[in-house]
């Protein structure tokens, strides 16, 4: 039997949902692992492995898991909404996470926006 720390058991879902080659079924695993990484407090891993998932609308699903997690960072969260957004299709999302941001996060979201278009 193994014997796996939390580390350890993120480092296996993560392997595993990589070894996954359709983007179809990848997507939604990785966005498990991030959902997890969440629910650990691993947040900063948690938007690393995010920000890799190659599926737009997971993507977009687990950038916002990690933003609502980071609600306590207004600047942080607002980003994370903003790439959320940027990159995931709009009908997709909570968009009631959106509706109760501040004019920040609109503009975080515009910024976003913009980068995605500029690049």
Known sequence: MLDL??????ACAEQLARGIT????????LEAVVEALVQAGANDHA????????????QARAL?????????????????????LSVGDWG????CVVADMSSDAIWAIADAIASDWEG
């Open 5 to 10: 720390t939390g580390g350890d058991t993120a």
């Open 22 to 29: 359709h983007p179809y079924f990848q997507g939604p695993a």
């Open 47 to 58: 938007e690393q492995l995010a920000r890799t998932i190659t599926d737009p609308d997971s």
């Open 64 to 84: 916002v898991a990690v933003a609502l997690a980071q609600a306590d960072s207004s600047t942080v969260a607002n980003r994370l909404l903003g790439a959320a």
């Open 92 to 95: 997709r999302l909570p968009l």
